[in-house]
C-alpha cells in the first residue's frame, strides 16, 4: 500500500507598519502560536524604497503601487518564517480579506478586522502560493531553504 506523506509547509508573515506602530505585534505572535504554527526565524527591518519594490514587484504597474511603497517604508515591520502543515493557505485564512474594512464585516475574528483600517493598511502580509512563498523566504532569508544544506554538512 502506498503511504501518504503529509509535510509541513512554509509561509512568509509580516506585520506591517501600522501593526507594529499599534503595537499588535505580540498579539499576532500570539494567534500564529495558538493557531498551531511555529515560528522559524523572525526579524524587525525597516525596510528601503528599493527593497519594497522588488518584494511587491508584481504590483509595480498598479496606481496604488506609489502609496504601497510609502506604506511599507513608512516604519520598521516584523518579518517571520512560519512552518505548519498547509502554512500557506491557513495564514491566507488567519489574516482575513486584503480590504481590512470589509474583513470586520464579513471576518470578524481575522487578523485584518483586529488591525486593521482599510484596503490599503491591512497591518499584515502572507504569502499567496508555493512559488510566492519560497521566492519570499528566500527574498529575506537566503540562508534558510537553500543555505540550510551547508549548514547540515558543517554540522557532519
Ligand atoms: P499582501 O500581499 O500584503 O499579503 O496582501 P494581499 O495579497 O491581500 O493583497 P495584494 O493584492 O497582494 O496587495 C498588496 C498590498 O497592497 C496594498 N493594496 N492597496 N489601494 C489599493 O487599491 C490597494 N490594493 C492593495 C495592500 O496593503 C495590500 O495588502
Ligand atoms: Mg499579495
Redesign the pocket.
Known amino acids: 500500500s502506498r503511504s501518504l506523506a503529509i509535510e509541513s509547509e512554509l509561509t512568509l508573515a509580516?506585520v506591517?507598519p501600522d501593526g507594529i506602530s499599534g503595537n499588535y505585534s505580540s498579539s499576532i505572535m500570539h494567534i500564529i502560536l495558538q493557531s498551531g504554527f511555529t515560528i522559524q526565524t523572525q526579524a524587525t527591518l525597516h525596510l528601503d524604497e528599493h527593497t519594497v519594490t522588488t518584494f511587491?514587484a508584481?504590483?509595480s504597474t498598479?496606481?496604488?503601487f506609489p502609496?504601497?511603497v510609502k506604506?511599507?517604508t513608512s516604519g520598521p515591520v516584523l518579518i517571520m518564517v512560519l512552518e505548519k502543515v498547509n502554512a500557506i493557505a491557513d495564514w491566507?485564512t488567519l489574516?482575513g480579506?486584503?480590504?481590512a474594512r470589509k474583513a470586520k464585516i464579513t471576518h470578524p475574528d481575522s487578523i485584518r478586522a483586529m488591525c486593521g483600517e482599510?484596503?490599503?493598511?491591512?497591518c499584515?502580509?502572507?504569502?499567496?502560493s508555493r512559488e510566492s512563498a519560497a521566492r519570499e523566504i528566500s527574498f529575506f532569508f537566503p540562508n534558510l531553504l537553500s543555505g540550510g544544506t551547508t549548514l547540515k554538512h558543517d554540522e557532519l
Open positions: 509580516i506591517k511587491y508584481e504590483h498598479k496606481s496604488f502609496s504601497l506604506y511599507m491566507r489574516i480579506p486584503t480590504d482599510d484596503l490599503e493598511r491591512n499584515v502580509h502572507g504569502s499567496d
